[in-house]
Each structure stands twice: as structure tokens, then as C-alpha cells.
Nanobody, 122 residues
Framework: QLQASGGGLVQTGGSLRLSCAASGRTFSNNAVGWFRQAPGKEREFVATISWSGGNTYYLGSVKGRFTISRDNAKNTVYLQMNSLKPEDTAVYYC?????????????????WGQGTLVTVSS
């Protein structure tokens, strides 16, 4: 089971740090990522980190603002979000890939948990 947390309401330019902890199973051998979905919009895969943490992948619109990291000892993945914009408003989910590396996508998404809502006010 994956549980995301850390969402909330923030003003434009603000920061949030999302966390996703796994319980009952480990994802230390899998790439893990974050995706988001806003009402009426398609799912966007925002960031992925490889199993070792050595490779990261970002959606173009968040590159330079978001940073993904992981702590395999804690079975937790993080998403530091800076310089937030209203268009970042969405429910954010963490997901585990079926692969050890490579960007998380609809094809590689193995399982995911409940999301956390991020709202950025203008």
C-alpha cells in the first residue's frame, strides 16, 4: 500500500514537499514516480527516480522546479516542489514502476496509492 501526504494550499511561488511511504511491501528494486491529475485533464507523469536513485526523469514543465528523491531504507519517495504555479494544481499520486529504471508511464505503472491534493492559488 502506498500513502501520499504533504499536499495542501499554497500561493504561487510557494513550496511543498510530498512524501509517499509504502507499507506491507518494498519498492527498493523498482523505479518510483509521481503523477498528477487535474479535473478534466489527462494524467501527467511528473517525475521518476530509478531504483538506486541514480537517474531521475522530469516532465518538461516541472524541470528545475521539482526534485524527486528516495530513501530505500525508509521505503519512502519524496517530491520537493518549488516555485509552484496555479497550473500545478492537481491530485498527486505516487506510483511504482514495473521496471528498475526509465520514466514512469501508463505502460510501466504497476500500482499506485491514494493521492494528495495540491492547490496553488494565484
Amino acid at each position: 500500500q502506498l500513502q501520499a501526504s504533504g499536499g495542501g494550499l499554497v500561493q504561487t511561488g510557494g513550496s511543498l514537499r510530498l512524501s509517499c511511504a509504502a507499507s506491507g511491501r518494498t519498492f527498493s528494486n523498482n523505479a518510483v514516480g509521481w503523477f498528477r491529475q487535474a479535473p478534466g485533464k489527462e494524467r501527467e507523469f511528473v517525475a521518476t527516480i530509478s531504483w538506486s536513485g541514480g537517474n531521475t526523469y522530469y516532465l518538461g514543465s516541472v524541470k528545475g522546479r521539482f526534485t524527486i528523491s528516495r530513501d530505500n531504507a525508509k521505503n519512502t519517495v519524496y517530491l520537493q516542489m518549488n516555485s509552484l504555479k496555479p497550473e500545478d494544481t492537481a491530485v498527486y499520486y505516487c506510483g511504482v514502476s514495473s521496471r528498475s529504471y526509465g520514466p514512469l508511464s501508463q505502460l510501466t505503472l504497476k500500482y499506485w496509492g491514494q493521492g494528495t491534493l495540491v492547490t496553488v492559488s494565484s
